[in-house]
């Protein structure tokens, strides 16, 4: 969204930015506890290995273990819509989906790390953790200041990797998030001056100037300003926990190296700018920052939005896109020109936070199929973005093959530019078999961090074709 910020509304965008430093930091600080949680696991293992080589940790508790479906789900383009935005159904049809993806959940707690003997963790590495351990508290303290914990649901994402903190039965909690009954706009206000910002938007209406954020005024600044200070005595340890070798080896064996890099909002590679005392943020940071919209956003546009009509007014509403989210979408639809859709391709390997057995591009596939049928819609323009190309790219690039999760991909060659065609034709033949109305299909490939300006000429296209 912020891209779309910077784009249309930069001003908006500028005096927001600095307000973002709160959630860089608790990007930075999220990737940095993950980090010390894998660490801390590999300590615990490689201690326990060296005692005795089978033995297991004895603190230790049963995961419980998940049903999986069978070998291979479909994503349907023939079905009937789904009259829900958050159905799952799965039927025989164009795109299989492998269900076993990459097997990250898959890790025993028993297993031993396969060293190459001797073990790369020493003692320094749990000074390190001593050292960094009072970035918990930060972590807890700036989601805080952002208002997640006044609304956090209690609401799990499936069973947890070993690493992962988790409550007795094994669940992992959920991803930070700031809802839009607090507005993470006014989170970000309360960070930045401690106002009591006008508190607006209601969870699934239209509505405005709702009040049920509960919040002490003023609290966010000083919380989010120490965090800031701990953080900057905190950067060369940081620094120094990313850069280690044996850090990287256990990342790398647990398959989480280039899941960290490569997730939104991960600023470790940037930790020493990051972390200084008079750290601002830049748009591109912004750009990358990860903040979870849970409810709807609106945003106005004025000028800017197309040349040949620079004074009329734009609304733009950022729905979030989380399945427990999707019903709130629905109000949304009965007066809107133009819908445009995300669907995120580079993860066709990966699954939902939410449900750790569907699989994040079945899911955009059935969505997307749930959008194009819908009657309330027949008349709205939708536009796709296939977005995250970059990541698609690297993914590509370092060797992952597409067929091992998308079966029907067939013997179709491993290249970023072949498969994103492949994906693009599944989303045009969802989109022509469930549209109720005959309409033209607008989609594009597009990687927002990495070309903002390239979006920023599709977008202005997009508006002045469409929506005059
Ligand atoms: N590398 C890369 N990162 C991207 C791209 N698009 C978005 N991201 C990152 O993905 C993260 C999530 O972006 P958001 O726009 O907040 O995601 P969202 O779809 O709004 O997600 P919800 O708010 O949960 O619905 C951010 O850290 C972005 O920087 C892309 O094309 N390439
Ligand atoms: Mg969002």
Redesign the pocket.
Known sequence: ?ADFQLAYAYSQFKEERSAWRAVIHLNLVRSVNTILDVLGWALSRSSSQSQSPRSSSPTRSPRPSVARPSTSTTVSANRGASSTLTGTTLSSGDMLIQDDLDGEDDLDDDEPFNWSSPSPLSDRHRLLQLRLAPLRQVQRDLERSLGAATTEAQEYAGTAAPWERCDGAGRRPREFSVTSRTGWKTALRRVKSGYNAARRGSFGSREEGKTDLNYVEGEGEPQAQTAAEIIASCAEDMAALWADAGVQAVLTQRKMKTRLEEGPGFFLNDVVRVAARDYEPSDEDVVRARL??MGVQEYRFRKGACRLDADREWMLY?V??ARSLRNAWYPYFDDINALIFLAPISCFDERLAEDRRVNRLQDSLLIWKAVCSSTLLAKVQLILFLNKCDLLEKKIQRGVQVSQYVTSYGTRPNEAKAVAKYFRQQFKDVFLKHSPEKRTFYSYLTSVVVCRFALRGVLKLTFIGQLQ
Request: proline share 0%; no cysteine; glycine share 34%.
């Open positions: 969204m979870r919209t950022d979030g896109g």
